[in-house]
């Protein structure tokens, strides 16, 4: 199994990012996935999740109006559009089956005041 996360990089306040993940070794549509991420200092925190089953989708309050979640279930690719970020939202991003397996590489936002 595999999940590897892509897209981050600097942007200033209230620009916007879009992050992928994608996925391999399991039946995409079976499984939820979701966006966690983890800010210096801080514990990880879940962000945002899927389910390609159902197509429903969550996410944490501090996102919520300005992250969107999308699934491509051709490509085994999960979406993370975020827009109005904030410094806040400096952190590096894992995405994960949920429940999480083991963490692969994130990818690192960072947002400038």
């Known amino acids: 199994v595999q999940l590897q996360a892509s897209g981050g990089g600097l942007v200033q306040a209230g620009g916007s990012l879009r992050l992928s993940c994608a996925a391999s070794g399991f039946t995409f549509e079976d499984y939820a996935v979701g966006w966690f991420r983890q800010a210096p200092g801080k514990d990880s925190e879940g962000v945002s999740c899927?389910?390609?089953?159902?197509?429903?989708?969550y996410y944490a309050d501090s996102v919520k109006g300005r992250f969107t979640i999308s699934s491509d279930n051709a490509k085994n690719t999960v979406y993370l559009q975020m827009n109005s970020l904030k410094p806040e939202d400096t952190a590096v991003y894992y995405c994960?089956?949920?429940?999480?397996?083991?963490w692969g590489q994130g990818t690192l936002v960072t947002v400038s005041s």
């Open positions: 899927v389910s390609n089953t159902f197509g429903e989708t």
């Open positions: 994960n089956q949920v429940p999480p397996l083991d």
